[in-house]
């Protein structure tokens, strides 16, 4: 019974250590796992690394729905209908007269079913 807490302490010491290492903490005498993986000859591979733009949350949402309203306006124009709702779009199959029938919206699908 004795040896449980000296292995409890050296589980800690050893959880400890390899926490130290992953962070860097040794690095003059041991390297951390994976900085051998680094590449820095990916950042000289960069075409137009300055064109790349950080945008706030707001801009970004804004940017996304300028993207979506001109998909939707493009899709649009080209005859494609478009829903917010599945059920209530039916999509037309490309080299076939007849639609394919709605997907079922979800209040169908939580609907009891009724014996027939």
């Not at 019974?1 to 292995?7: E, G, Q």
């Not at 959880?15 to 860097?24: E, S, Y």
């Not at 820095?40 to 706030?56: A, G, H, K, N, T």
Request: glycine share 8%.
């Amino acid at each position: 019974m004795r040896m449980i807490p000296w292995l409890a302490l050296v589980l800690i010491v050893a959880n400890l250590g390899f926490c130290v290492w992953t962070q860097g903490g040794f690095s003059g005498s041991l390297p951390p796992p994976g900085a051998a993986q680094r590449e820095p000859e990916r950042l000289r591979q960069q075409v137009r690394p300055e064109s790349v733009v950080v945008l706030s949350p707001k801009a970004a949402s804004a940017a996304l729905a300028q993207i979506a309203a001109a998909e939707a306006a493009a899709s649009a124009a080209a005859g494609v209908a478009t829903g917010a709702s599945a059920s209530g779009v039916v999509q037309t199959l490309p080299g076939s007269n007849q639609a394919a029938p709605p997907r079922d919206s979800a209040a169908d699908r939580t609907a009891p079913a009724r014996p027939r």
